[in-house]
């Protein structure tokens, strides 16, 4: 089973400064199969990203995604007051889903 | 528009089995795979298994397999989860969630709102 390892597991950052939160995969993992969700609580998971670097419908630009292999980085380049969440990476390979322990976004 | 529509809370004691329900609308049921994540209290996310609406086919997590049973109901397009003999420790939240493929890339997406399930004496 591939392990995802995020870190780091608190980010503490004020409204409109950039957020970088990484994705390490214990084997090289296929871009194709590499996305990232946000949750806020209370709520479901949500798709931001595919593909590594695909934005989903209606996600704003200052969302993106990049990497390969086995890092991968989800970038949110201007902090939004809805944007304080928890993220999540996810991997699909050798027939079974693994997803990363999640970073948590916090108002500083 | 696409959605997930799960059942209600679920309180059970230890040894017990639960089912949960997952209702989908607003798209051809049989044209996606359909998965199970849950999530403990304060935890991150963990998946147990697809299944396939269109034949029943099904692979499930290894660390699920004998417990967890996924069938489904096409004549109601809904999908159901059942886990037995249940532990204290699989109180969680738990999501189904469509997933979509296309141009050989994979993800989730939507997922249901989630179902509370507690397992408590």
């Known amino acids: 089973e591939i392990v995802l390892t995020q870190s780091p597991g608190t980010l503490s950052l004020s409204p409109g400064e950039r957020a970088t939160l990484s994705c390490r995969a214990s084997q090289s993992v296929s871009s194709s199969y590499l996305a990232w969700y946000q949750q806020k609580p209370g709520q479901a998971p949500r798709l931001l990203i595919y593909g590594a670097s695909s934005r989903a419908t209606g996600i704003p630009d200052r969302f993106s995604g990049s990497g390969s292999g086995t890092d991968f980085t989800l970038t949110i380049s201007r902090l939004e007051p809805e944007d304080f969440a928890v993220y999540y990476c996810q991997q699909y390979g050798s027939s079974s889903w693994t997803f990363g322990q999640g970073t948590k976004v916090e108002i500083k | 528009q696409v959605q997930l529509v799960q059942s209600g809370a679920e309180v059970k004691k230890p040894g017990a089995s639960v089912k949960v329900s997952c209702k989908a609308s607003?798209?051809?049921?049989?044209?996606?795979?359909m998965h199970w994540v849950r999530q403990a209290p304060g935890q991150g996310l963990e998946w147990m298994g697809w299944i396939n609406p269109n034949s029943g086919g099904t692979n499930y997590a290894q660390k699920f397999q004998g417990r967890v049973t996924m069938t489904r109901d096409t004549s109601i397009s809904t999908a159901y989860m059942e886990l037995s003999r249940l532990r204290s420790d699989d109180t969680a939240v738990y999501y189904c969630?469509?997933?979509?493929?296309?141009?050989?890339?994979?993800?989730?997406?939507?997922w249901g709102q989630g179902t509370l399930v507690t397992v408590s004496s």
């Open positions: 969630a469509r997933e979509v493929a296309e141009k050989l890339e994979l993800w989730f997406d939507p």
């Open positions: 607003g798209y051809t049921f049989t044209g996606y795979y």
